[in-house]
């Protein structure tokens, strides 16, 4: 109530600065700071009930006022019209300030982008990010063709220092490279599952453990996680008669430990105002989208191995070397040091709860008490997606949408390059038109769907172009009705950069990193059930007229999310409206707060 309280003194304290004169309006003025003052120390005691006597002192000063103001009434000329000409100030004071207001509105629009230019890591971030698309898009149409051969070797006998899998068209490949095929994608799979379960169990607690300590280690070691599996894909090609092809799988799937992509959000939080998360999250896919449209050039210059060697460059150099030198710490001392005090609170919250059940005693034994806390601390990070019920819808639409999403990112290659006959030209034309198209959506569209619709609508078109896109893969006769898939694919991305900016808005400062790392922890659990369920799904539908058709289970799973996001509330999901919402109560509050004023003094006795 206090705070409340001084927020509309000091709005009308501005307000009545703008309406007075250079020289009359000083005096006007030090008379309002007066009267708030004892406003304030009265706490919250009308001026009504001043007058009526209940202390002297302060009605003592009101007839000060009252005489100063009629003093002051007289000097400028105004005798009995003043408290008209009151009014008419008063009205001119409302539409200067509709007229800041607006300027203001205009001017954080046209500074965002000085906004991110001035500001410590995003170019960083964005950066790095384009890197690894670079390096990922140039090894995705490869990863499967090696793998099927080094799996069609070493299950089905087939010989691959004479010939490759990929030198077969789909009609006349051999039994062994088939098997081989099916073999690899149940490798991916299951790295999947393993990625995704790493990346749930630690993800909320590395992003608690960034609001504490900074984000800049944690994003450094996320980048040499990622280099591993690149240099497995290298040692593979350098002897692929000696090492087995799961040591790739396993490898790449060590990045599970600490996820990049929820601590790069988390440092973009840190550096960007609530308005702007929506679209700063979508340039940074931007810089991913655009690295994938520049990958296939390079894929398409290279043979495998070269290709593998330059990814793993890419990763190291433009990665990891790059981060210990030139990435700046994003996160202020002010927010670790809110951060770690909110920890200990929490701590202490904990301990007396245990002394208060009695349990205190179990752990007595310090090794006890940090192997249970440390094996129960991911956990209690992940309950912040059970603070509320908006939290909750928000994890039910990110579990369902990202099972579909990794089945797809996961499943796709493998069964276009199996069953559709793509080379590593269509490939590479395919990961084009999705960077290419995934530059303007999230650099350009994005923007303005959300200005224009709010982020709920945004996250709800997206979801629809989810259930299309997957129905398209599921009865795609041909590479054409594919790209024309990929081509709504881009859209639905959407999703993930207002998925992300919504949660960071509804949450404090010092926790950007926890719930960045819980819900997508989240995601990766939906990210490690969804692939599976989309294999079994694979294997009832592979040998029929429709083999795609497992694809329409991922489209169930986004209905199921777009349900969700339909009953997203309004006021906590779409961050443009709510600022303008707060915007137009504070101006009626302001405006009715001047009025009352200006009654009460003109109800106020004259002695």
Same mark, same amino acid.
């Given at each position: 109530?206090?705070?409340?309280?001084?927020?509309?003194?000091? &709005? $009308?304290?501005?307000?009545?600065?703008?309406?007075?004169? =250079?020289?009359?309006?000083?005096?006007?003025?030090?008379?309002?700071?007066?009267?708030?003052?004892?406003?304030?120390?009265?706490?919250?005691?009308?001026? +009504?009930?001043?007058?009526?006597?209940? !202390?002297?002192?302060?009605?003592?000063?009101? /007839?000060?006022?009252?005489?100063?103001?009629? +003093?002051?009434?007289?000097?400028?000329?105004?005798?009995? !019209?003043?408290?008209?000409?009151?009014?008419?100030?008063?009205? %001119?004071?409302?539409?200067?300030?509709?007229?800041?207001?607006?300027?203001?509105?205009?001017?954080?629009?046209?500074?965002?982008?000085? @906004?991110?230019?001035?500001?410590?890591?995003?170019?960083?971030?964005?950066?790095?990010?384009?890197?690894?698309?670079?390096?990922?898009?140039?090894?995705?149409? #490869?990863?499967?063709?090696?793998? &099927?051969?080094?799996?069609?070797?070493?299950? @089905?006998?087939?010989?691959?220092?004479?010939?490759?899998?990929?030198?077969?068209?789909?009609?006349?490949?051999?039994?062994?490279?088939?098997?081989?095929?099916?073999? =690899?994608?149940?490798?991916?799979?299951? =790295?999947?599952?393993?990625?995704?379960?790493?990346?749930?169990?630690?993800?909320?607690?590395?992003?608690?453990?960034?609001?504490? /300590?900074?984000?800049?280690?944690?994003?450094?070691?996320?980048?040499?996680? &990622?280099?591993?599996?690149?240099?497995?894909?290298?040692?593979?090609?350098?002897?692929?008669?000696?090492?087995?092809?799961?040591?790739?799988?396993?490898?790449?799937?060590?990045?599970?430990?600490?996820?990049?992509?929820?601590?790069?959000?988390?440092?973009?939080?840190?550096?960007?105002?609530?308005?702007?998360?929506?679209?700063?999250?979508?340039?940074?896919?931007?810089?991913?989208?655009?690295?994938?449209?520049?990958?296939? *050039?390079?894929?398409?210059?290279?043979? /495998?191995?070269?290709?593998?060697?330059?990814?793993?460059?890419?990763?190291?150099?433009?990665?990891?070397?790059?981060?210990?030198?030139?990435?700046?710490?994003?996160?202020?001392?002010?927010?670790?040091?809110?951060?770690?005090? #909110?920890?200990?609170?929490?701590?202490?919250?904990?301990?007396?709860?245990?002394?208060?059940?009695?349990?205190?005693?179990?752990?007595?034994?310090? $090794?006890?008490?940090?192997?249970?806390?440390?094996?129960?601390?991911?956990?209690?990070?992940?309950?912040?997606?059970?603070?509320?019920?908006?939290?909750?819808?928000?994890?039910?639409?990110?579990?369902?949408?990202?099972?579909?999403?990794?089945?797809?990112?996961?499943?796709?290659?493998? $069964? #276009?390059?199996?069953?559709?006959?793509?080379?590593?030209?269509? *490939?590479?034309?395919?990961?084009?038109?999705?960077?290419?198209?995934?530059?303007?959506?999230?650099?350009?569209?994005?923007?303005?769907? &959300?200005?224009?619709?709010?982020?709920?609508?945004?996250? *709800?078109?997206?979801?629809?172009?989810?259930?299309?896109?997957?129905?398209?893969?599921?009865?795609?006769?041909?590479?054409?009705?594919?790209?024309?898939?990929?081509?709504?694919?881009?859209?639905?991305?959407? %999703?993930?950069?207002?998925?992300?900016?919504?949660?960071?808005? !509804? *949450?404090?400062?010092?926790?950007?990193?926890?719930?960045?790392?819980?819900?997508?922890?989240?995601?990766?659990?939906?990210?490690?059930?969804?692939?599976?369920?989309?294999?079994?799904?694979?294997?009832?539908?592979?040998?029929?007229?429709?083999?795609?058709?497992?694809?329409?289970?991922?489209?169930?799973?986004?209905?199921?999310?777009?349900?969700?996001?339909?009953?997203?509330?309004?006021?906590?999901?779409?961050?443009?409206?709510?600022?303008?919402?707060?915007?137009?109560?504070?101006?009626?509050?302001?405006? +009715?707060?001047?009025?009352?004023?200006?009654?009460?003094?003109?109800?106020?006795?004259?002695?």
């Amino acid at each position: 109530m206090d705070m409340k309280m001084k927020m509309r003194m000091a &709005t $009308y304290q501005t307000e009545t600065n703008v309406a007075s004169g =250079a020289d009359v309006g000083t005096s006007a003025s030090r008379n309002n700071m007066k009267q708030n003052a004892l406003e304030i120390e009265g706490g919250g005691q009308s001026i +009504e009930a001043l007058r009526d006597g209940t !202390n002297e002192d302060e009605m003592e000063f009101s /007839h000060e006022n009252n005489d100063e103001r009629d +003093e002051n009434n007289s000097i400028n000329g105004r005798g009995n !019209n003043g408290d008209e000409d009151e009014v008419q100030e008063d009205s %001119s004071s409302t539409s200067a300030e509709i007229e800041i207001e607006t300027e203001t509105e205009t001017e954080t629009e046209r500074s965002f982008y000085e @906004h991110l230019m001035e500001s410590k890591g995003p170019g960083s971030i964005i950066f790095l990010c384009m890197t690894y698309a670079l390096a990922a898009g140039s090894t995705i149409g #490869v990863i499967p063709a090696v793998m &099927t051969d080094q799996f069609a070797r070493m299950n @089905h006998s087939f010989d691959i220092e004479f010939q490759s899998c990929s030198d077969y068209n789909r009609f006349d490949q051999p039994q062994a490279c088939i098997d081989g095929n099916s073999d =690899a994608q149940t490798a991916a799979a299951t =790295a999947s599952f393993i990625s995704n379960t790493l990346t749930f169990l630690t993800s909320s607690l590395v992003g608690s453990i960034t609001d504490q /300590h900074g984000r800049r280690l944690a994003l450094i070691i996320a980048s040499f996680l &990622t280099c591993l599996g690149p240099f497995a894909l290298v040692l593979i090609q350098m002897y692929p008669l000696s090492i087995n092809p799961n040591w790739y799988y396993v490898s790449s799937s060590t990045t599970g430990l600490v996820s990049w992509i929820s601590i790069a959000l988390s440092a973009l939080s840190d550096s960007m105002p609530k308005q702007w998360r929506s679209t700063m999250f979508g340039l940074l896919l931007s810089g991913f989208s655009l690295g994938f449209a520049l990958s296939p *050039v390079l894929a398409l210059g290279f043979s /495998h191995y070269g290709v593998s060697i330059l990814s793993f460059s890419l990763l190291f150099f433009g990665g990891v070397v790059y981060s210990i030198l030139f990435l700046p710490e994003t996160l202020s001392k002010e927010a670790i040091v809110a951060a770690r005090r #909110v920890r200990a609170e929490q701590d202490e919250e904990e301990r007396i709860s245990r002394r208060e059940r009695g349990s205190d005693g179990l752990y007595a034994n310090s $090794y006890v008490q940090i192997l249970v806390s440390g094996v129960m601390r991911p956990f209690k990070e992940l309950s912040i997606l059970n603070r509320n019920a908006f939290f909750r819808l928000l994890s039910s639409l990110a579990f369902f949408s990202g099972m579909s999403i990794s089945a797809d990112q996961t499943l796709l290659i493998y $069964y #276009v390059e199996n069953r559709l006959g793509f080379t590593d030209a269509d *490939v590479a034309q395919m990961f084009g038109i999705i960077g290419l198209l995934g530059l303007v959506v999230q650099g350009f569209f994005l923007k303005i769907f &959300t200005d224009f619709m709010g982020e709920r609508l945004v996250i *709800v078109g997206a979801f629809i172009c989810g259930i299309i896109t997957n129905i398209l893969y599921a009865f795609a006769p041909s590479k054409a009705l594919i790209l024309v898939a990929v081509t709504i694919s881009s859209f639905g991305a959407m %999703s993930f950069p207002t998925i992300s900016a919504v949660k960071a808005n !509804n *949450v404090e400062e010092c926790e950007q990193g926890r719930i960045q790392g819980a819900l997508y922890a989240l995601s990766s659990l939906a990210s490690a059930v969804g692939p599976f369920l989309l294999r079994a799904a694979y294997q009832k539908t592979k040998d029929t007229k429709y083999p795609g058709s497992f694809f329409l289970v991922a489209s169930a799973f986004f209905f199921v999310a777009t349900l969700c996001s339909w009953a997203l509330p309004k006021d906590k999901t779409n961050s443009v409206k709510r600022n303008r919402g707060q915007s137009s109560e504070a101006s009626v509050e302001l405006m +009715e707060d001047a009025e009352s004023r200006l009654r009460q003094e003109q109800s106020a006795p004259l002695l």
